[in-house]
């Protein structure tokens, strides 16, 4: 089978990269990725593969083999672009990859059902919205998306410093995220009689300092810091009563992103009234670390050695950046997971509006997430040997 299967890459590489021209092309802001739902909806009637969409939101389902059949692996790609500034104009800008992730999916799909593979159990993939607003993954938990996965497998180009172009990694090694809004609000007076005003700028300022100030276990990788500030107006003899700011905290471990938060956010309510100021604080995101499983990497890496060979088999990179793909095995303890580091030779980095990778890694990808999708589901076709 896999020799069938190097065969079927081979033969298209040229789709799969028209296929992600495509997807570039129609980029998109998270929950409006109308377009791209629309693009993969019509290949997959193409392909004859079954699907489902959200009469509420954007988002594909897509799935092959038969309904109760058990068990249920899925394939997940995220579908959001970024909202940037390239080229000195602001447009969504596929900037971190998802336009490769789905191309990559969905020709994985393409690959099981046209090598004939006989599905024992389910395939499922999920072209998810809004990843970069860490509610995607949350949102499709609570619709029940994941209820009867057994597995799931994801992908994410890595840039040229974390894993060799044309090597893929069993995993990555995310880190976890929170972050926070806060205002801060005191009470107005002249510049010239301070006493008689509470200066919110004091309030930042010890805000800050204590942030700074939060000592952590320098064995697991963490950070924490005040990422904006606003304050005051136009005029400077005014005490200002009013004050924004943001946080963003990073940590290796999910325990260690429990510890961080409660202990940040106690230096700030301390810190912060120390002048009698008063603070109110906002979650607005909060990304889980990944949650290794050995076995899914075992499966993956023999996939990776099986299509790419043993010298293309990279270690997970570690990195503190986020995904909430890791949403899923935390909201479903015992959902197997793993996603995939794809070496692509990608650079500047992710998230830059100049992101640039070699497009024919694709079929790297789509050979590792359709050998992995076999090895955990399929059988060759009876007419094979």
Request: hydrophobic residues 45%.
């Given at each position: ?19 992600y021209?495509?997807l570039?092309a129609l980029?998109e ?5 109308h377009?791209?739902?629309a ?6 009637e ?20 038969e309904a ?14 970024l909202?940037?500034?390239v080229?000195?104009k602001w447009?969504?800008?596929?900037s ?6 789905m191309?990559?999916?969905l ?11 006989e ?6 993939v999920i072209?998810?919205?809004?990843e970069e607003?860490?509610?995607?993954a949350?949102?499709?938990?609570q ?13 994410h ?7 060799p172009?044309g090597s893929?990694a069993?995993?990555?090694r995310?880190?976890?995220?929170a972050?926070?809004r ?7 007076a002249?510049a010239?009689r301070?006493n ?9 300022s010890?805000l ?7 000592k952590?276990?320098?064995?697991t990788p ?18 200002p009563?009013?004050a924004?700011?943001?946080?963003d ?9 429990e510890?961080l ?14 002048n009698?100021a008063?603070?109110e604080?906002?979650?607005v995101m909060q ?5 290794p499983?050995r076995?899914?990497e075992?499966?993956?890496?023999s996939?990776?050695v099986?299509?790419l ?8 990179p570690?990195?503190?950046g ?5 949403c ?9 997971t793993?996603m ?6 990608l ?6 509006p100049q ?7 694709l079929?790297?990808g789509?050979a ?7 090895k955990?589901l399929?059988?060759?076709p009876?007419?094979?040997?």
């Amino acid at each position: 089978m896999i020799d069938q299967l190097k065969q079927w890459i081979e033969a298209n590489r040229e789709k799969m990269e028209a296929t992600y021209h495509d997807l570039h092309a129609l980029a998109e802001v998270s929950w409006q990725e109308h377009r791209s739902t629309a693009y993969l909806c019509r290949e997959l009637e193409a392909m004859g593969v079954a699907y489902e969409t959200f009469s509420d939101s954007t988002g594909v389902i897509a799935y092959a083999g038969e309904a109760e059949a058990t068990p249920v692996v899925g394939l997940r790609a995220d579908m959001d672009a970024l909202w940037q500034l390239v080229d000195g104009k602001w447009q969504a800008n596929h900037s971190c990859g998802h336009d490769a992730h789905m191309t990559m999916a969905l020709h994985a799909l393409r690959c099981v059902k046209e090598l004939g593979v006989e599905l024992q159990g389910r395939l499922k993939v999920i072209f998810q919205p809004a990843e970069e607003t860490g509610e995607g993954a949350r949102a499709l938990v609570q619709r029940g998306v994941i209820d009867d996965l057994d597995h799931l497998i994801g992908i994410h180009v890595r840039p040229y410093f974390e894993v060799p172009s044309g090597s893929a990694a069993p995993a990555i090694r995310h880190g976890a995220i929170a972050q926070v809004r806060g205002k801060l609000k005191g009470e107005q007076a002249h510049a010239a009689r301070p006493n008689l005003g509470t200066n919110v700028v004091d309030a930042l300022s010890l805000l800050i300092t204590a942030v700074n100030a939060v000592k952590v276990d320098p064995t697991t990788p963490m950070s924490a810091k005040v990422t904006m500030v606003k304050a005051g107006g136009d005029n400077l003899n005014i005490i200002p009563d009013e004050a924004q700011f943001g946080l963003d905290l990073r940590a290796q471990t999910n325990e260690a992103m429990e510890w961080l938060l409660a202990r940040v956010l106690q230096a700030i309510e301390a810190a912060a009234t120390a002048n009698g100021a008063v603070v109110e604080l906002e979650p607005v995101m909060q990304l889980h670390a990944a949650v290794p499983n050995r076995e899914m990497e075992q499966l993956v890496a023999s996939a990776i050695v099986e299509t790419l060979g043993e010298e293309k088999l990279a270690p997970a990179p570690v990195t503190p950046g986020g995904e909430d793909f890791h949403c899923y095995a935390v909201e479903k303890p015992g959902l197997a997971t793993t996603m995939i580091g794809l070496g692509t030779g990608l650079s500047p980095g992710l998230h830059h509006p100049q992101m640039r990778f070699d497009l024919g890694t694709l079929a790297n990808g789509v050979a590792v997430m359709a050998a992995s999708a076999i090895k955990l589901l399929g059988h060759a076709p009876k007419n094979n040997s």
